[in-house]
């Protein structure tokens, strides 16, 4: 997720060779950008900011823990007049637009997702939503930008964020068709190479290339579900690209699923393919894979790049920064997994460490504190009930005397 909205953002300024997965440079701070108090990881947050602070949110929010207030009214303090947001805003004095920050789909229905999840902020996510609205385009789907061209990724996240706030957008028509509509146009057709991936947008003379990163995107897009899966019952059969019957958003999703079990049947993850870098393993998008099947029910077939995750993932995930714990925080949701025991790595500790601590809660008492409160409440009994006999002495002493000293 952060690798591939990192190169949506890149793309979109014309410099998507500078998208390395991993960002490896997050651990030390960018000398070019000032990382604001509140705000989760020490790197450059030009391009991710408010991306890596809402999965940074929505993780610890999955998990059960309040963020603090600080990290919260960081990303709210991003929100643009309009509703929409920005990947960042250095001076949110200064108003987006125009030469300041440009609100952007992919920023503001991460936001919208992180902010839905923690509750009592109906009037951001609500200007957000509408925003988003604004800027659907006529083929029923999303692009990065406002005005560009639709693209799997910026369609599956907005569709995300659109069923987190409550709203209906497979019902959504705002210029014509619907994101289903949209991202079915976007599917590679069966009997083709890489049949039931989708591509991220198509080429210049309109062909459709598979693309797993996108493919992953449009499986939780074409389902009508954000980041966050909730562990369901596994399907028995695993999916087959099929063109029969109708070309339903399920079929979609299947015909998706089966792509990426195919695609990490092998070796357990997906590779990278970047222009023009050497091909790596590609961890960001073996999650999102993860997250992907299991939204789809095929829990068992996402078991394998889980595993392979939990024992190659963790270096990735330090040299990444909150953005990638996060991922895999989520992946392990996604399955039932605990992401506190990640191959011997607590994921939500180490995604503590790197932003404001969160607001603890309540700790359990030990048996041995339970044993000593209740010695201790055992012997306040004894003494209320030893000043109780006491005092019923006292009192009997004091009728008798008044009984001897009656007249």
């Known amino acids: 997720m952060n690798v591939r909205r990192s190169a949506a953002a890149l793309a979109a300024i014309g410099v998507l060779a500078a ?33 890596r602070q809402s999965l940074a949110l929505l993780a610890q929010a999955t998990v059960g823990e309040k963020p603090a207030d600080e990290a919260v009214k960081w990303l709210t303090g991003q929100q643009c007049a309009d509703g929409g947001f920005a990947s960042f805003r250095a001076d949110t004095g200064k108003a987006c637009g125009g030469k300041g920050a440009q609100a952007d789909t992919n920023s503001t229905a991460a936001a919208v997702q992180a902010l839905a999840a923690l509750g009592g902020h109906d009037d951001e996510t609500g200007k957000a939503v509408k925003w988003l609205k604004d800027q659907q385009n006529k083929d029923g789907g999303w692009g990065y930008a406002p005005g560009g061209p639709s693209d799997t990724n910026s369609t599956s996240v907005v569709v995300g964020a659109l069923a987190a706030a409550g709203e209906k957008p497979a019902e959504l028509r705002g210029k014509g068709r619907t994101p289903a509509q949209a991202l079915a146009a976007l599917a590679v057709p069966c009997d083709q190479d890489g049949g039931g991936a989708l591509a991220f947008q198509p080429d210049k003379k309109g062909k459709l290339t598979a693309n797993a990163d996108a493919t992953a995107a449009g499986v939780l897009g074409a389902l009508g579900k954000g980041f966050v899966v909730e562990p369901g019952k596994a399907r028995a059969k695993a999916p087959a690209c099929t063109s029969a019957g109708k070309a339903t958003p399920a079929r979609l999703a299947d015909n998706a699923s089966a792509h990426l079990i195919g695609a990490v049947g092998k070796s357990g993850h997906l590779m990278s393919a970047l222009p023009g870098a050497e091909k790596q393993p590609d961890f960001g998008n073996t999650a999102d894979t993860v997250v992907a099947l299991a939204a789809d029910g095929w ?16 270096k990735w995930a330090r040299q990444s920064g909150p953005a990638a714990y996060a991922q895999l925080i ?36 030990s048996a041995e504190a339970e044993e000593k409160a209740t010695e201790k409440s055992g012997n306040s009994v004894w003494w209320i009930v030893g000043v109780g006999l006491v005092a019923g002495i006292g009192v009997g002493f004091l009728f008798s005397g008044r009984k001897k000293n009656r007249p």
């Open 19 to 51: 998208a390395a997965p991993a960002t490896a440079a997050e651990a030390a701070p960018s000398p070019k950008a000032t990382v604001p108090a509140g705000l989760f990881g020490k790197g450059d947050p030009t391009y991710d900011g408010v991306w």
């Open 330 to 365: 989520l992946s392990a949701h996604a399955v039932g997994a605990d992401p506190r025991d990640f191959g011997g790595t607590d994921l939500v500790g180490s995604l503590d460490k790197l932003g404001p601590a969160p607001a603890k809660a309540a700790a359990e008492p």
């Open 299 to 314: 829990t068992e077939q996402a078991k394998a790049p889980y595993a392979w995750l939990a024992k190659n993932a963790a």
